[in-house]
T-cell receptor
């Protein structure tokens, strides 16, 4: 069993839709959670970071962590074609990061 | 800052040949990571260094893989001999390393080296 699991997709939505991306994790020792965004043929870039259970909002993006069910979510409001990318959730213990396999998202104009 | 620099960007080689991938981390960063990404296995950590010292190489698939960091501004990942199953995108990433009071460490990735072994 992988430590961090995601549905790989691909997920295709129309422009303006609300997108929900989800992960589950198994190792509770890693207390910090991140979402990275990876455009085609580029390296991943940090999108959001969160620690505690609950929501964290940054513009059109909301990260949600439910530690009781070991569930991580990323919501994208008013999705744009520029959001088309692969989204990787991750756990971190400061130095080491465990990545999920990523979900491929396409936002169709 | 130019960010993390990797070379070459693309490498096509034949089975059995030696392959050397290179990475220059962001100046001032103390930790460096080598990852491999494939469709089947996603992003896998191969090895990471802190202050030029290998800390965790448990992800290195086998003895054919080796990594070095002779100084703070340069690292190499070598595959000898290469096999077709080594075909993947190899990423290097760097971070600040330990900083008092910091809760997490953002990893900054290079553009990757796309390796094809025929």
């Amino acid at each position: 069993q992988k430590e961090v699991e995601q549905d790989p997709g691909p997920l295709s939505v129309p422009e303006g839709a609300i997108v929900s991306l989800n992960c589950t994790y198994s190792n509770s020792a890693f207390q910090y959670f991140m979402w990275y965004r990876q455009y085609s043929r580029k390296g991943p870039e940090l999108l959001m970071y969160t620690y505690s259970s609950g929501n964290k909002e940054d513009g059109r993006f909301t990260a949600q962590v439910d530690k009781s069910s070991k569930y991580i979510s990323l919501f994208i409001r008013d999705s744009q074609p520029s959001d088309s990318a692969t989204y990787l959730c991750a756990q971190t213990s400061y130095d080491k990061v465990i990545f999920g396999p990523g979900t491929s998202l396409s936002v169709i104009p | 800052d130019a960010g993390v620099i990797q070379s070459p960007r693309h490498e096509v080689t034949e089975m059995g040949q030696e392959v050397t991938l290179r990475c220059k981390p962001i100046s001032g960063h103390n930790s460096l990571f080598w990852y491999r990404q494939t469709m089947m296995r996603g992003l896998e950590l191969l090895i990471y260094f802190n202050n030029n010292v290998p800390i965790d190489d448990s992800g290195m698939p086998e003895d054919r893989f080796s990594a070095k960091m002779p100084n703070a501004s340069f690292s190499t990942l070598k595959i000898q001999p290469s096999e077709p199953r080594d075909s993947a995108v190899y990423f290097c990433a760097s971070t600040w390393g330990y900083r008092a009071g910091a809760l997490y460490n953002e990893q900054f990735f290079g553009p990757g080296t796309r390796l094809t072994v025929l």
